[in-house]
């Protein structure tokens, strides 16, 4: 995920002054949160240099951190808000099943409101098993494929995350080259064939010589939301692909699932999976996952279903799977998907926002640009200083490398300066807009670029 540049205390950066200035409470904070968590933090991403914000409250496109600081967020948490912070509906039912009780160790109503909302937008869930986290959706995809097609090996693409378990560790940022990440054995990164995303004859080619792989699993828009944008045609072959070759095809949907379109990315490219793994936006922001797909594959969870076939049925316990707080949420969530054009209005503020952040690009004669489609938006570094126009920057034509070049102490500036500015950017500098973000917040978020952008020449990173 993001690597950290030390910032030392004693530089001479406006940037990272205005930053310590305007945030003494989450240095103060991070300060004690160093004694007590690896790196003060819950996850890689929340590394910021030389402190991240702490945050008290958020409602809409907003968050507001423990100093009473306003920030316009486009982390969206992690992608899950698409219909921001705080949704009063979503919000009531949270509340009313809060009170309601949190852990029945029972079936209970509201899991199977939350299947067929689920079923309502997603026609190729015929059976959903609920979980806690998307890691835990992925890992039960993959062992579904395994146990399904009673081959070992999982086909899946360069720079494409899929969560943190063993068997998705390596090929994300680092490890392209098969070995296996720290605490991971060899022989699970060996049933790992990882491929080159848009290159159809590389998948062919992998299908046709080993015999041995269950499932090819995919980020359907593109590594991290469409960073890496997939040629639609490039997914299509993969449907063609795995079923000429026996193999399972899974969209990993937890991020585009409910935000490409009310149907994920399934729907936008009329592509049906085997399987799909949903998080984030399926649980309303609250905790919660879940695999879905086709019947007889699912069947391999069923008690008396794998009875009859006379299988070994694979075993699925997890204390919060499908628990009733995270169920409301997400039925409440998905009915407004459904029945209202939230994704429509998400999409048109991002596409405003991509507009306005070039429009600033063009004027200060800097040679990034920012890109993407539906609701998010990433900024391209132009590692190479290739001369590119901001407002006409095509992705396909640059590489994975470029893509996916970070330089950590420009990032680690240029994010600390959108801090500054009022703006809460992703660690790629980029993000997710929701249907809460109005044309203020777009004008905001420009101001707030260009200023940024001039910090960053000021201090000659630029
Ligand atoms: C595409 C994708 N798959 C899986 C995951 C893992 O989900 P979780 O963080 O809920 O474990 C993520 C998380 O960001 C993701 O973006």
Known sequence: MCSAVVEDPRINSRIVTAYRQKTPG????????????????????????????????????????????????????????????????????????????????????????????????????????????????????????????????????????????????????NHFDGTPTPGVIQGIADKTVLCMPNDTAGVAAALESNKDIAVVLLEPTGSSFGQLPLRDEFVHALRELTTKHGVLLMFDEVVTGFRTSKGGAQMHYGIRPDLSSFAKIVAGGMPGAAIAGRKDILDLLDFKASAAAGREKIGHPGTFNANPISAAAGIAALTIIAETDINGQANATCGALRDGLNGVLSDEGVRWAVYGTTSGFHLFLNPNNRDISAKTFDPFDASFDELKSSPTKVVNRMRLAMLVNGVDLNPRLGGFTSCTHTAQDVTDTVVAFRESIRMLKAEGEL
């Open 26 to 173: 989450s240095a103060d904070l991070a300060q004690q949160a160093l004694e007590l968590l690896p790196s003060g933090i819950a996850h890689d991403a929340r590394n910021v240099d030389p402190y991240g914000i702490y945050v008290a409250r958020a409602k809409g496109p907003h968050k507001w951190d423990v100093d009473g600081n306003k920030y316009v967020d486009y982390f969206g948490g992690h992608g899950a808000l698409i219909l921001g912070h705080g949704n009063p509906v979503v919000a009531a039912a949270i509340a009313e099943a809060a009170a309601d009780g949190s852990q029945f160790g029972s079936s209970h109503p509201r899991e199977i409101g939350w299947a067929k909302a689920i079923q309502r937008l997603i026609p190729s869930a015929e059976r959903v098993r609920f979980t806690s986290s998307g890691t835990e959706a992925t890992l039960m995809g993959v062992r579904l494929a395994r146990a399904f097609t009673g081959k070992n090996s999982i086909l899946r693409f360069k720079g494409h995350f899929h969560g943190w378990h063993d068997h998705m560790a390596a090929g994300y940022s």
